[in-house]
């Protein structure tokens, strides 16, 4: 005995049709589990300081750390981000609360300009001079021809709740 399924139309209220998402993700290769984008080193990073009333977040390791704050006391849509290579190499970029959920893996945004990044090294998400991430490994800022220096992290659930627990509802 066989089912007979309802053939489907363009009015058809069984099967009704659903939006085209467009999904630019593509898997990057791959060394030892990491992209190859990715220093191994950001599997010793760890939230080492968090303040949520002082809307004040510090990821760090030995030798790198990133410190994320409120621009203007969250009166504004606006992330101040400090990172650190030892004491060779430090510098400041700006994220929107969308583009650090992203950034951390909080949304499935793949990001606005990042579109050719992901085509090219493979990613979830990026944005062009901010970050790249695949899966709980992420680059910020995003390595690129001007900018060779960057912090690579691993996302554990212990930063993202840290993360989420920062930023606006």
């Not at 760090?60 to 006391?73: F, Q």
């Amino acid at each position: 005995m066989s089912t007979v399924l309802p053939q489907q139309s363009e009015n058809s209220s069984v099967f009704p049709k659903q939006p085209e998402m467009k999904v630019f993700l593509k898997k990057p290769e791959t060394r030892l589990g990491m992209p190859l984008w990715y220093h191994h080193n950001g599997t010793k990073m760890h939230l080492a300081e968090f303040d949520k009333g002082r809307h004040h977040l510090v990821i760090a390791s030995d030798e790198s750390s990133i410190k994320i704050t409120s621009r203007n006391n969250n009166k504004k849509d606006e992330w101040k981000l400090e990172w650190r290579i030892g004491n060779r190499y430090s510098d400041i970029i700006f994220f929107t609360s969308s583009q650090l959920r992203a950034a951390f893996g909080l949304s499935n945004d793949p990001g606005k300009t990042g579109k050719q990044i992901i085509k090219e090294f493979g990613a979830d998400s990026a944005e062009e001079n901010m970050y790249i991430r695949y899966g709980d490994f992420v680059n910020i800022p995003r390595a690129n021809g001007v900018n060779a220096c960057y912090v690579s992290i691993y996302i554990d659930d212990e930063m993202k709740s840290a993360i989420q627990k920062l930023l606006p509802s």
